[in-house]
């Protein structure tokens, strides 16, 4: 019989890490500490030669292949000088350490740290260069070999699953919406010629929270969601904090709406996308939400996100959030 009772879930402990990193990289006087927990645990690593960011997936969350096609898309990134967190080879030359857990094993990689910081406020001098970013990951993406564990980003996953799975966590008029909504996005997406759509492996979480700016250079990092779709949907999740922006009042809708100009001028000085592609991203805005809102009803410690208040507030919040723009 074992020693200790059968756990879903172990938080590692910050010191052994930090043994374990100097010992697998060949760093020295490493420090770490836990920042957040999410689809996996985030650890910041501190150490002579600079800082690092440790990800520590949940073997439930990510298998072994998919996080090894997530190390393969970003060295490949890295190589064409497109500007991400990279994974760090450890001294023998792997990038996923494997990690005996009460749980069972464990899976890491350490990556580099993303110089500079979060800003939700963009000048047009970053605008520019982050849609640029996005063209340069996207000229990669769309000739990459497909990744075949990743997942796709399309009508089923981003609007009938989700509903599916939120349907017994929702009250009788927000599943109405969510489902009249999805409806409406159908319908819409229906009436437009998609089949000369720009695909391949999409991030899907462009937000402020996920690259960094050091002055004009940004950083993109955070590919644990990448999966195959339209790449226009990258421009989608960059708006989606504009629109909340302007939800919030912290920006006017013409700001908003100069600053994603400003995106996809910039996008366009490195790779092209056609107007039809930038007109449906309102349509793909809903499904951007609910692939999340869905993949909460999946994992335990997305257990407050679910729970019937919460979730009123978040429907509420997204009937405002598109009210001006799926009119």
Not at 37 to 47: L, M, Q, S
Request: hydrophobic share 45%.
């Amino acid at each position: 019989m074992s020693a200790h009772f059968p756990v879903s879930y172990s938080t590692l402990s910050a010191p052994a890490l930090a043994a374990l990193i100097e010992k697998t990289y060949s760093l020295t006087q490493a420090t770490c500490s836990l920042i957040l927990r999410g689809v996996g645990d985030t650890y910041e690593v501190n150490t002579t030669t600079g800082k690092y960011i440790l990800r520590v997936y949940r073997p439930t969350h990510r298998s072994l292949a998919q996080i090894q096609e997530e190390v393969d898309l970003l060295c490949t990134l890295s190589v064409e000088n497109v500007s991400v967190a990279a994974p760090m080879a450890a001294t023998d030359g792997t990038y996923i350490i494997a990690i005996n857990a009460p749980e069972g094993t464990r899976h890491a990689v350490l990556f580099h740290y993303a110089a500079g910081i979060v800003l939700n406020s963009l000048s047009p001098s970053q605008a520019a260069a982050l849609g640029r970013e996005i063209a340069q990951f996207h000229n990669v993406s769309d000739r990459y070999t497909l990744a075949a564990h990743r997942w796709s980003f399309d009508l089923t996953t981003t609007l009938d699953t989700p509903i599916r799975q939120l349907t017994p966590f929702l009250d009788s008029d927000s599943l109405a919406w969510i489902t009249k909504t999805a409806e409406m996005v159908k319908e819409r997406l229906a009436a437009v010629d998609t089949s000369g759509f720009n695909t391949g492996l999409c991030h899907f979480d462009l937000m402020p929270k996920n690259f960094h700016f050091d002055g004009d250079r940004v950083t993109l990092f955070d590919f644990d969601f990448m999966g195959h779709g339209w790449l226009v949907n990258d421009l989608m999740t960059f708006l989606q904090q504009l629109w909340l922006d302007v939800l919030m009042g912290r920006l006017t809708s013409e700001d908003a709406e100069t600053t994603f100009n400003t995106a996809i001028k910039g996008y366009r000085e490195v790779r092209s996308i056609s107007d039809e592609e930038l007109s449906v991203i309102p349509l793909l805005a809903p499904g951007f939400w609910l692939f999340y809102s869905g993949f909460h009803t999946t994992h335990d410690q997305f257990l407050p996100f679910i729970q019937p208040a919460h979730l009123t507030q978040r429907i509420s919040m997204l009937h405002r959030l598109f009210a001006p723009y799926l009119s």
